[in-house]
C-alpha cells in the first residue's frame, strides 16, 4: 500500500468526547458545526470526535488556491493523527463523502468504517457546473 506523508495540521478543528475515534467530513459550504451540530452532542457521548473546517468554513481562512479532495483527506487524516488516533471511523456529509473515501483509499489502516451520508459516487453535469465555478478541484469526473 503506498503511504502518504501526513502534512503539518492547518486547519481549525473541533476536538470532543471520548472513546472510540469518529471523524467528521462536512460538505461545501458548511463546516463542522454546520453540518453535525444537531447530532454532535450525541456522537461525542460516546466516542472522541475530530473535525477539521475546510477552508473558508468555520475558523480555517478562505485558500488563495483551489481545494484539492486529496489535500482535504490528508488534512483531515492529520487531525485525527494529531489528536492521537491511530484507527478511527469517518462520517462524510456531501463533499465530505468524497473527502472520506479519499481518506480510506489513501489510509486503509487507519479507517475503520464509513458512514456516508447525502454523498455523490461521480460528479454530474450539475455539480460539475458548479465545481467549476467553486474553489474546488479533484472531484470525481462525470462518467
Known amino acids: ?11 481549525a478543528r473541533t476536538v ?22 444537531p447530532i454532535l452532542d450525541g456522537l461525542v457521548a460516546r466516542h472522541t470526535v475530530v473535525g477539521v473546517d475546510y477552508p473558508g468554513a468555520g475558523a480555517t481562512p478562505r485558500s488563495e488556491v483551489p481545494l484539492d479532495v486529496d ?5 483531515l487524516v492529520g487531525a485525527a ?3 492521537g488516533l491511530d484507527t478511527f471511523a469517518i ?13 480510506a483509499a489513501r489510509y486503509p489502516d487507519r ?9 455523490f459516487a461521480h460528479r454530474d453535469a450539475k455539480l460539475g457546473l ?3 465555478h467553486g474553489s474546488f478541484r479533484g472531484l470525481p469526473n462525470a462518467r
Not at 1 to 11: E, F, S
Not at 71 to 75: E, F, I, R, S
Open 16 to 37: 470532543r468526547g471520548s472513546g472510540p475515534g469518529l471523524v467528521l467530513a462536512h460538505g461545501a459550504g458548511g463546516g463542522v458545526e454546520a453540518n453535525f451540530g
Open 111 to 119: 479507517v475503520s468504517a464509513l458512514v456516508l451520508t447525502a454523498a
Open 1 to 11: 500500500m503506498p503511504v502518504h506523508a501526513l502534512p503539518k495540521t492547518a486547519y
Open 91 to 103: 462520517a462524510g456529509f456531501s463533499l465530505g463523502g468524497s473527502v472520506a473515501i479519499c481518506a
Open 130 to 132: 458548479a465545481a467549476s
Open 71 to 75: 489535500d482535504l483527506a490528508d488534512q
Open 81 to 83: 493523527d494529531a489528536e
